[in-house]
């Protein structure tokens, strides 16, 4: 899934301090099951703001700016913003606010400012951060890098261009100690698990070949993507 | 043919040391140090944004050794550029005659003074080892054949004191099939340990020429450090309680680094004497490590 954080609340309050009816526009798929902009945490990154909000207006102005001013925060949950049916259920609601604060993925937040294109304006709640699993409840780890051209029959399902900092193809580098990265000392080295996987597989031979550059163009980003089933003579898509 | 490259064909026991390029454009004190012992080495080292932190490059460092009659060994990593820029600057060096290049991962960006940075990696050591070799036979990494062709002495490097260790004598390994033709290591304390070392690497049937890693031991607290954050780095305890009790620490310095280099003599055809600023050490270790002064 994609892992995103929700940003800090006082960068949301500056983008939204130029509007008074908001939208928090959760999104129900990754960012809901890594507890970051679900309807849960669309409701209450809401409640947050208006208590925010109401508070600003009992301090005293500064500098001449207005105290803070009544705003009204809704929220709306959809099950994903990166398909269009679901967005398009909505619309006519996005369209009566001010501002939608979106808190979906950078694809979720692009998607739907594209469907709305120029209508109404689209601010992001989250930083995306990564391609990941769940280890344990409450905790996600990146295991993808989405480079195109995979290579983890080679590498006992241990991604190197993911798991390695520097992404090296051939080897550890020497910064790793006791089988931990040199960036970090908690995090494993990923050549090491490498190694230690393809030993109990029993393949280590796999590692001894030397790995050609990798084929940095497989994706050419942005890249797109037609299903075969799709796919019309003399057309490279099709539109609805 | 490089002068290090001869050097280690001959059979002799080959000295290399180590110079880093300044923070800022004023080279004298980086070219001093060079002046304590260019002439009393086969070649010397250039490394290249070391440690991630910014600094005059390697190849601008190399030229000005060059042109004092020394031999340079310019060090690449892969963080820095992509493989366009890494091919690019093998040429370059090759038009100003600077042969002798040693190809390595490098310190993530996070590490230096611009943790901020994209880091490249686009290739990695063995892989460019790969592509310097594939350069001195007329062609690029695309295939494209080349108008000129350049001679490069390639090396590499190995941790011998890191775990595991079949990890590091596989790398290696590529990195001879790759082209390599000397290999440094990371420092060694351990004579030992880098016997060991050494005799797993003979026993996987590698033939290359290695340079033991000598680092000066400047201090008890330059111990600890290394101890704590240099990956593949151990000072043992000894060494520790001698730099303690001695009062002249120089002295020390040069007495364990020459002890280090006649202990790891036999096993290995070179050392490479990083002095970290201490330079003009270097000829008096060479000489109590009973070593020659004229290196060719």
Redesign the interface.
Known sequence: MIVAKRKPLDEIKEMLKPYNKILVLGCGSCVAVCMAGGEKEAGLLSTELQMAFEMDKTLPPSGGTPPGSAKQIDTITILRQCDREYIDEVKDKLVQYDAILSVACGVGVQFTAEVLNGEKVLLPGLNTTFLGATKEPGMWVERCLACGDCILDETGGVCPITMC???????????????KC??DRNRDCG??LI?ERLKKLGK?EL??D?????N?GAVKRPDKIVHEAYQVVGKEEVKK | MSKLGEALKSGKFVITSEVGPPKGINMTSCLDEAKHFGEKVAAINVTDIQSAVMRVGSLATCIKLKERGYEPIMQMVCRDRNRLSLQSELLNAAVFGIENILCLTGDHQTLGDHPQAKGVFDLDSVQLIATAKGLMEGKDLAGNKLDGIPTFFLGGVVSPGLDPVELQIIKLEKKVRAGARFIQTQSVFESDKFRQFIDKVHSMGINIPILAGIIILKSVGMAKFMNENVAGVFVPDNLIKEMKETKDKQAKAVEIAARIIREVKPYCQGVHIMPLGWGHLVPEIIKQAGLSLTPM
């Open positions: 900092s520097k992404s090296l193809m051939n080897g550890p580098c020497g910064g790793h100690e006791k089988g040199e960036v050549w090491v190694y280590l590692i001894k030397i790995k050609l550059p990798k940095y």
